[in-house]
């Protein structure tokens, strides 16, 4: 059993900059696919990004391609989400996910979410 655990939501202004961080626990974090995702109020949960076991392979949804950037430190069991030039559209909680078997944009093809954290983009 893998528990995921997300930080460094929060509020910022439009055009700035946050880091999401997820650490796990619980599994052996490099044998896991990574993946983020986000849910804004009265919509559905949607893909924003994801990167292979090896960190090898990185794909993001074109909304945010070119401003968020995925990453993972296997040593530290943490997975990160950069976030540059934020918009009020990517007002959301934003959840990380684990998966033995997929690194893709299909959200019920992981295994394992964390709680969440909230991010809001002032305009």
């Known amino acids: 059993q893998v528990q995921l655990v997300e930080s460094g939501g929060g509020l910022v202004q439009t055009g700035g900059s946050l880091r999401l961080s997820c650490a796990a626990s619980g599994g052996t974090f490099s044998s896991y696919a990574m993946g983020w995702f986000r849910q804004a109020p009265g919509k559905e949960r949607e893909f924003v990004a994801a990167i292979s076991w090896s960190g090898g392979s990185t794909y993001y949804a074109d909304s945010v391609k070119g401003r968020f950037t995925i990453s993972r430190d296997n040593a530290k069991n943490t997975v990160y989400l950069q976030m540059n030039s934020l918009k009020p559209d990517d007002t959301a909680v934003y959840y990380c996910?684990?998966?033995?078997?997929?690194?893709?944009?299909?959200?019920?093809?992981?295994?394992?979410w964390g709680q969440g954290t909230q991010v809001t983009v002032a305009s």
């Open positions: 996910a684990a998966s033995r078997t997929y690194s893709g944009t299909y959200s019920y093809r992981y295994d394992y």
